[in-house]
T-cell receptor
Framework: QQPVQSPQAVILREGEDAVINCSSS?????VHWYRQKHGEAPVFLMI?????EQKGHEKISASFNEKKQQSSLYLTASQLSYSGTYFC????????????FGTGTKLQVIP | KAGVTQTPRYLIKTRGQQVTLSCSPI?????VSWYQQTPGQGLQFLFE???????NKGNFPGRFSGRQFSNSRSEMNVSTLELGDSALYLC?????????????FGSGTQLSVL
């Protein structure tokens, strides 16, 4: 069952912040985040494991709340280069199966 | 280090035909996974191969099949194409089958079925 991402799309001005949420109806072992720019391959951002740790990648960070079965991706002081579609991937199997990706959040950063 | 290579980049087929897509993983990577990407559906998992064996399979009909060769290169085949098979097919490789490893994606093959 696919995780649910929200919002589906968001438009930001450069310098603004955004939050993308990923929630699941099933228990999660880990959450993965990828970004896909238009016409390009998805690129890995980070993996969050059970334990509620927060990770960072440039000015992009994420949290994972295993009790609530959700993760949030935080984009701070957005740059034009942040534009793309963000996918969360969730592991329901404890490492035995590949992640299940959500439908994506399309982020557009404008000048 | 060369990335994941997928060929061809674009394909146009008609209903009823079959198609074979190719994926060369990053050197040393032994796991290859395939995904179907369509607008609004995100990335749908097709199957995963490791050491020439299919390890996992998603919820796709039997028309979708794949295989992996001893050099880890993988092919995906779709028989009796339907209009709904039009999509971007992405291949991803990783060192092992661990879910906690990051995936390296290719640029995909854009398949259009007319």
């Amino acid at each position: 069952q696919q995780p649910v991402q929200s919002p589906q799309a968001v438009i930001l001005r450069e310098g603004e912040d955004a939050v993308i949420n990923c929630s699941s109806s099933k228990a999660l072992y880990s959450v993965h985040w990828y970004r896909q720019k238009h016409g390009e391959a998805p690129v890995f951002l980070m993996i969050l494991l059970k334990g509620g740790e927060q990770k960072g990648h440039e000015k992009i960070s994420a949290s994972f709340n295993e009790k609530k079965q959700q993760s949030s991706l935080y984009l701070t002081a957005s740059q034009l280069s942040y534009s793309g579609t963000y996918f969360c991937g969730t592991d329901f199997s404890g490492g035995y199966q590949k992640v299940t990706f959500g439908t994506g959040t399309k982020l557009q950063v404008i000048p | 280090k060369a990335g994941v290579t997928q060929t061809p980049r674009y394909l146009i087929k008609t209903r009823g035909q079959q198609v074979t897509l190719s994926c060369s993983p990053i050197s040393g990577h032994r796991s290859v996974s395939w995904y179907q990407q369509t607008p609004g559906q995100g990335l749908q998992f097709l199957f995963e191969y490791f050491s020439e064996t299919q390890r996992n399979k998603g919820n796709f009909p039997g028309r979708f099949s794949g295989r992996q060769f001893s050099n880890s290169r993988s092919e995906m085949n779709v028989s009796t194409l339907e209009l709904g098979d039009s999509a971007l097919y992405l291949c991803a490789s990783s060192l092992t089958v661990s879910t906690n490893e990051k995936l390296f994606f290719g640029s995909g093959t854009q398949l259009s079925v007319l």
